[in-house]
């Protein structure tokens, strides 16, 4: 756990040239709209990622949140309030890197449990990749903990990244890498003993990202709108066509030939475009 | 079947259980994670199904709350009245893409709950009203889970000292061993292999499970086989004729107390979860029919359906045993 030294007034980006891009071109709809996904590190102090920073991509961004729980929550706000949805973020990850205090424990750990010590909550990133990397639990406290107890960790932001990331992404995808730095004697930690740290761990830092990056899935990006026009179709209607269209891919059916053999391009009216929804589904499910 | 579990969240409270020490002792390599409440891990929002169903975790948990429960109206009864079912445990260490657990929990991880005497000890009190009907494994497949968790031997040992109890024990995993008792009802999951294959992920083969029907039925165990949930495929007909006929040669259906028959059908409520924690099954990605509440295949698919194994049935002079879910 580092001292406050090296309080970050505003969050700093240190961002993918992509995101900044695709920012701007949407700015003016307030949609950041993509389908591809982002691994967004978050870490306190400079110090924590600068072994890191060349990892900085265009699916990876490291945000400085500054010291502490506001500081973290409000830089998980910023981040994600970019008019970004649900939707665009499904796929994201969240991995917050940075040293900690530990009575016992030494070294890189994967924190699998965190308390929030002025609340007592307790939160549960979820564990589903195999790491390598020895678990944890972890406690978030408001001041540096200077007797800390054995067997656990301490920071300062954790609980507060979790809990502004789960209302957002699955709890696998918000990961806590912590790298003990002190056994609650602030004093010798300096910005060059953790730069040295991180440097020490860098290797396995990598190679966990690495595994994660290689990991991620895309966001779903079908788009019917040619099928809604054609169809002149209502909301219902794009409901069903979507619904449709989803089945026969999963039963190896090409839907778009089905909807054209039922009479797609001739319509008219909608009351025509239901009729050919309707075919459809009675040639999906047998019924015709 | 014994599943391994890379973490396994025991609630402080539960520690002391025998049946957690018991539980805990089967899987020394997992990571125990100590937790205050089974719901902080369970309840979490947003969580991953279809991720964590390659790597399901156990939650050891109290459960303090009620435990046995009036059954769903879509249940078949089987004319036996009074029917509970209990929450021995929740979720299930098999994956089949279109169970009601995926849309109901919004989570693949499996809760055990380790005070049986708690749920013995209501199961005694509602038996005092009168005779009654509990299906124990239910929101779970308790066979699945007998490699880990004492509750099927449990609720045996029960219903065995209690006759007013009719105890169903339904599973698609393969039995070894069965309580010769009238009360106690083995209820068997039966699937064409298509279906198992496409559908019912890390369960017991068609031939495995009839291997184990066959077996309870020769020690004398009181069977049910349950076609249910018949599910659509591209070559249903097909495929649902060979797996009655294949029904009808390997089983001696007149030694098989009772015959359940019925359609895919799900709450409304639950099909987004289950088509969140399986995005490419057809099982769930069917364009159903909404009915009352419940998603359900359209009538004349219904019939179809029902009607390849009911007149298959029926045809071989087991009309008398079946119970159909229309």
Known sequence: MVACRAHNPEVVWFESRLRNQLQDRNVSSGFLLYNFTMIRIFAAIDCEVKALRHLVSD?????????????????????????????????????????????????????NKI????????????????????????????NVKTDPEPDVLYDMEASAIYQSCSKLISPDRIIFIKMVSDAGDVEGVTEESVNRLV???????????????????????????????????SASMKIQIDELMRFAESMGADGRKLFDEAGAGEVTSRAEGKEVVARVRSILTHLS | MCA???????????????????????????????IRHYKDVFNRPAQDAHLQNESKNLILAVNDGKKIFDASPVCQDFGMGKFYYA??????????????????????????????????????EKLKEGPMYLCASFDTDL???????????????????????TLELRTKSVVNSFRIESNIIYAFTLSPDEVISEFEKKTPSLDARIASVNKAIEEGAQVRLCFDPLIYLNNFELCYNRFVDKILQSIDLTRV??????????????????????????????????????????????????????????????GNKLYIIP
């Open chain 1, 59 to 111: 699916d990876l961004e490291i945000v400085l949140t500054g010291i502490g729980k506001v500081n973290a929550a409000y830089a998980v706000g910023r981040t994600f309030s970019a008019g970004l949805t649900r939707q665009n973020l499904i796929n994201d990850v969240v991995i917050n890197i940075g040293t900690c205090g530990a009575k016992d424990l030494k070294g890189l750990f994967l924190v």
């Open chain 1, 115 to 142: 308390t929030d010590n002025a609340t007592g909550k307790d939160y549960y990133p979820d564990i589903l990749r195999v790491s390598g990397l020895p678990e944890a639990s972890l406690i978030t406290v408001d």
């Open chain 1, 199 to 233: 440097e020490n761990y860098r290797p396995k830092i990598e190679e966990l990202i690495n595994s994660i990056r290689e990991n991620l899935g895309t966001n779903s990006d079908q788009n019917y709108d040619d099928l809604y026009d054609s169809l002149k179709a």
């Open chain 2, 4 to 34: 391994a579990f890379s973490h396994i969240y025991l609630e402080q409270r539960a520690a002391d259980y025998p049946e957690t020490k018991r539980i805990l002792g089967k899987f020394p390599e997992s990571t125990v994670v100590s």
């Open chain 2, 87 to 124: 929450e021995s445990a929740m979720n299930c260490v098999f994956s089949c893409d279109y169970c009601f657990l995926k849309g109901m929990y919004g989570t693949s991880n499996v809760v055990v709950f380790v005070n049986q005497e708690d749920y013995l000890r209501e199961c005694e």
């Open chain 2, 143 to 165: 066979g699945a889970l007998s490699g880990i968790s004492s509750w099927m031997n449990t609720w045996e040992e029960f219903a065995a000292s209690h006759p007013d109890l």
């Open chain 2, 257 to 318: 107390r009772d015959i359940s028959i019925g359609t895919f059908r799900i709450s409304s409520d639950y099909l987004p979860n289950l088509r969140k924690a399986c995005p490419d099954s057809s099982a769930v990605l069917f364009p159903f029919d909404r009915e009352d509440g419940f998603c359900v295949y359209p009538a004349k698919l219904r019939e179809r359906l029902i009607g390849i194994i009911k007149n298959e049935l029926e045809r071989a002079g087991h």
